[in-house]
């Protein structure tokens, strides 16, 4: 095993071999203002050539000029393409059309030693080498010289792969110069990057071979244990572990996780439009439409009529409208669909009580972002009846089938995944006896705990505990990334407070779910409780409620006493049909001049209200508009927000919501 070594970069603070500019220095030297006044005087003859089509060898050489002075000129590099393509048709003979090529090559190699990064020019050599008029030895060549001087460049790891791809270099072979290259050093994660890319490739041409897999694997385990043993500080080698146990822990594959109403439950409706539902809730009162709802373990598009079949005692099949429960989504984890109270009563009144039939995956459409379908058809029934008894129902868990990845694998290849694993933890724990500080080798330790509990081993509960106690000491280890460490968490505590039916029932208070003083600062596994009505998420850290979109049922709710930063954060709530009550005083909405949630906001919402106001306060108002026009909520309470105190914005909420009694 090689000795511990200190990186240079920490020693010289630099990256990748290219020193930063200290504070006080002069980002710019004598000879780059020079270089900038001489491309000043170039640019209007190239732009000249550029918009008139000149392709003279003159103009040829003025755009070599240009492109050594700025290689990351693009339009300099589109019209020296267009240039080349032009002396190209006007040549007949083979070993000009060469030379032309070759001076092609040579520019890319001087523009290079400028900016070694510029993905102009390795995009131009690499459209150079495609014409076929030169020689991919000598390309094999350059790219030695140019990794034995930066052995990290990931531009020439990219060029690399795709000369050995054209030329017919097999991936063994080149496993072998990337296995050298991570010998001489194991901090090359270009190197690792490169590692990964080449064993996806070989993989694909043995997925038959399981046992040649494996022991493809494990070969790969020991070689980046030497690093780790060697530098526990080093990340490249971290990420590349990251993607090794990724291969063995087989992804679970996309099924469905959750749905609404549950299995065999049983739906009360009368003329008026009061329904009882499977909750723990008081009856609902005039329900327009019954909701519908399925989860899904992963995003997914494709779910319409075809992909899910709603019929009515197995026969008639009802048309319902399948939408995301984020419309903004093109791929989404939650899709609902709203069967019309008086469709409900003119089937009572046609076929009696009756059953409604949901079949999932029975014919092609839902797929997930990777193209993975449904790995088997779901199918539940519930039933509605003509109101006898509006007392509510007891509080039902979600009986809908989970499928659970590992249980469509042969059993010897989880044993394996299983022994892994349990090494795995091994490995990391005695890493951290000899580094306790290492948060690469705690975090992915906890992240080991978590994949093994995962299996449902004997051992999962332990692990989890184990796991979150990590994450705890991560967070006081690496402050910079306390947040990710806390998400951590959180998901945890839920995963535990929703585990089972009984777990739901000990946070079930007077008719209000009950997850407040949580310390979450995420929402997750509302599949589990998609019945709720009355919920209390108050005295936690959430910034955005994100996830809540699941909750269709959902009528009161309370986020007071959070870190919502924002209008913007409020976003899904429009997506509640039944929402009546609103809860987010003491948060932080108008305190923030940058909106951390901008990111989750529907642009359909964005370019509905355009035109509408005049922006001020920082876009606020038309935010506030966009979030809340049209909503029909009872009551809102936005105390000790700073958005409240701002009278402008408290008169385009009053506007938003005129039916609304908003409390500040």
């Known amino acids: 095993m090689q000795k511990r070594r200190v990186g240079v970069e920490a020693q010289q ?4 071999g290219r020193p930063r500019h200290r504070a006080g220095e002069q980002p710019f030297d004598k000879r780059e203002l020079a270089q900038a006044a001489e491309l000043q005087k170039l640019l209007p003859v190239f732009l000249h050539n550029n918009r008139t089509c000149c392709f003279s060898k003159e103009a040829l050489q003025q755009n070599a000029q240009v492109l050594e002075l700025n290689p990351e000129f693009n339009t300099a590099w589109n019209y020296r393409k267009r240039c080349v ?14 030379d032309i090529a070759q001076n092609e090559l040579d520019l890319v190699v001087r523009a290079l030693k400028v900016n070694p990064k510029s ?6 050599r690499k459209w150079v080498i495609r014409l076929g008029l030169s020689s991919l030895e000598a390309e094999f060549m350059l790219l030695k010289k140019l990794l034995k001087v930066d052995d990290r460049n990931f531009h020439g790891w990219n060029y690399r792969r795709f000369v050995a791809k054209t030329k017919g270099v097999t991936a063994e072979e080149e496993l072998l110069f990337t296995t050298d290259k991570i010998n001489e050093n194991f901090s090359n994660y270009s190197a690792w990057h490169n590692r990964s890319a080449l064993l996806s490739e070989i993989s694909s041409h043995e997925t038959s071979d399981i046992g040649s897999i494996q022991d493809r694997l494990e070969e790969e385990y020991e070689l980046v244990k030497n690093s780790f043993f060697t530098d526990p500080d080093d990340s490249s080698a971290w990420f590349y ?3 090794l146990l990724g291969q063995t822990v087989a992804p679970v594959a996309t099924h469905l996780n959750g749905s609404w109403p549950p299995a065999n439950s049983r739906i009360n409706i009368d003329r008026n439009g009061i329904c009882s539902l499977p909750t723990a809730g008081k009856p609902i009162e005039k329900l327009e439409a019954l909701p519908l709802l399925i989860s899904f373990s992963k995003p997914v598009t494709g779910v319409h009529n075809q992909s899910v079949a709603v019929k009515v005692n197995g026969k008639d099949k009802l048309q319902l409208d399948w939408r995301p429960s984020l419309p903004s989504e093109k791929y989404c984890l939650r899709w609902t669909a709203q069967i019309m109270h008086q469709v409900l009563l003119e089937q009572l009144l046609e076929n009696g009580n009756f059953t409604v039939d949901i079949s999932i995956g029975e014919s092609l459409g839902i797929e997930s972002p990777d193209a993975q379908g449904i790995d088997s058809p779901s199918h539940w029934s519930f039933y509605v009846h003509a109101e006898e008894d509006s007392s509510p129902a007891e509080l039902e868990e979600n009986t809908s089938a989970e499928s659970q990845g590992d249980m469509t694998q042969g059993h010897s290849q989880r044993v394996w995944q299983v022994e892994i694993l349990d090494r795995e933890i091994e490995m990391c724990r005695e890493l951290l006896e000899l580094e306790s500080n290492s948060k690469w080798a705690r975090l992915t330790l906890a992240r080991l705990l978590l994949a093994h509990s995962s299996y449902n081993t004997s051992c999962c509960e332990s692990y989890r505990r184990e796991a979150q106690k990590h994450f705890k000491e991560l967070a006081v280890l690496d402050p910079p990334h306390s947040e990710c460490y806390q998400y951590e968490q959180s998901l945890l505590v839920l995963q535990e407070l929703t585990k089972d039916s009984s777990s739901l029932k000990r946070r079930y208070q007077d008719g209000n779910l009950q997850f407040k003083d949580c310390s979450l600062s995420s929402i997750a596994y509302t599949e589990r409780f998609l019945w709720v009505q009355h919920l209390d998420l108050s005295n936690n850290h959430l910034r955005s409620v994100h996830g809540l979109d699941a909750l269709q049922l959902l009528v009161c709710l309370n986020l007071s006493d959070n870190h919502i930063g924002s209008v913007t954060a409020l976003a ?3 997506e509640l049909p039944q929402l009546q009550d609103v809860d987010v005083s003491r948060n932080e909405i108008g ?4 909106d951390s949630c901008r990111f989750l906001f529907p642009s359909h919402l964005i370019n509905s209200c355009k035109g509408r106001r005049t922006p001020s306060k920082g876009g606020r108002l038309w935010q506030i508009e966009a979030v809340f026009q049209g909503l029909r909520w009872r009551k809102f309470v936005v105390v000790g927000n700073p958005v409240a105190q701002d009278k402008e914005s408290l008169c385009a909420l009053r506007e938003a919501l005129p039916n609304t009694e908003v409390l500040n």
Request: hydrophobic content about 25%.
């Open 13 to 16: 603070g630099n990256m990748h």
């Open 85 to 98: 393509q032009y002396l190209l048709e006007q040549e007949s003979e083979e070993d000009a059309r060469k």
């Open 119 to 124: 993905y102009g020019a390795w995009y131009h």
């Open 241 to 243: 572990y990251s993607w």
């Open 572 to 574: 899904p709530l429009r």
């Open 591 to 594: 305190k923030h001049p940058v």
